[in-house]
């Protein structure tokens, strides 16, 4: 084989990987790095609605063949009877490889926002305390949100009022996604967590609250106590002198990235 045949074979194999990588992307931009934004209308306790415009992107872990997660998202509106503009956002971080929430509900009471998300998947519901109700919840406060704890989130507001997730074409076809749209994207969930904001614990095989215990420690995610198996075998990789075993292994507390 000369050396214009063999450039012609790489030139079609590095064809057919861009071809196979457009394809299992093609709702997700290029290799995944691509994003979209929409609007969608939260409804509020009082029959209102707020225009909220959300966005996200995606990267980071993965495996072969699926769509890569949402690696960053953004939310932001103005708040009624202001021309004041809130924003919030979510970024992926090193202890779990993709954005931390869902977003479930926008509420605005006596002119104080509200944000209700849930921890995305089990390593960030681990990250996050394990709540039960399985939520995050965030107060606009001083400028900032800051999480508060259930006993301070109004016991009146129950509604889910965001996309939990959905396909991009539904997204942006339908924006800005009416409330009536929002519940029928979100009807396929069976988690009760889902389907109203509980103000009591639950549980159940596909809630968060089912997830196995785990802590973050040197950078890997173990079993919880002094003595499981995963810190011992991470203790060990610690102690290797494989400085690629090694990496992560600076602290010896449990970590929490929040």
Not at 45 to 64: A, C, F, K, M, P
Not at 237 to 252: H, K, L, Q, V
């Amino acid at each position: 084989m000369n050396n214009k045949q063999s450039w012609l074979g790489i030139f079609q194999i590095i064809g057919l990987v861009l071809a196979v990588g457009l394809s299992l992307n093609a709702h997700a931009g290029l290799f995944g790095f691509g994003g979209t934004s929409w609007k969608e209308e939260a409804l509020q306790n009082d029959g209102s609605t707020i225009l909220v415009s959300r966005s996200q992107s995606y990267g980071g872990r993965h495996e072969i063949g699926q769509s890569p997660p949402i690696k960053k998202q953004s939310l932001s509106f103005t708040l009624p009877g202001t021309d004041k503009t809130i924003s919030w956002e979510d970024k992926a971080t090193e202890a779990i490889g993709h954005a931390n929430f869902d977003l479930l509900a926008l509420h605005v009471e006596n002119g104080t926002p509200y944000l209700v998300t849930s921890p995305n998947l089990c390593l960030s519901y681990n990250k996050w305390g394990r709540p039960n109700p399985p939520y995050v919840f965030f107060k606009y406060d001083s400028n900032a949100w800051q999480r508060i704890p259930l006993s301070e989130f109004p016991a009146d507001l129950t509604r889910i009022n965001l996309v939990i997730q959905g396909n991009e074409d539904d997204l942006t076809s339908q924006s800005p996604i009416t409330p009536e749209g929002i519940q029928k994207l979100n009807g396929s969930f069976v988690q009760p967590e889902y389907h109203f904001i509980l103000h009591a614990p639950t549980s159940g095989r596909y809630s968060n609250t089912s997830c196995m215990n785990l802590i973050y420690y040197k950078e890997a995610w173990v079993g919880p106590g002094k003595n499981s198996i995963g810190r011992m075998m991470r203790d060990g990789e610690c102690s290797s002198n494989d400085a690629e075993m090694r990496i992560g292994c600076t602290s010896n507390d449990e970590q929490q990235d929040n």
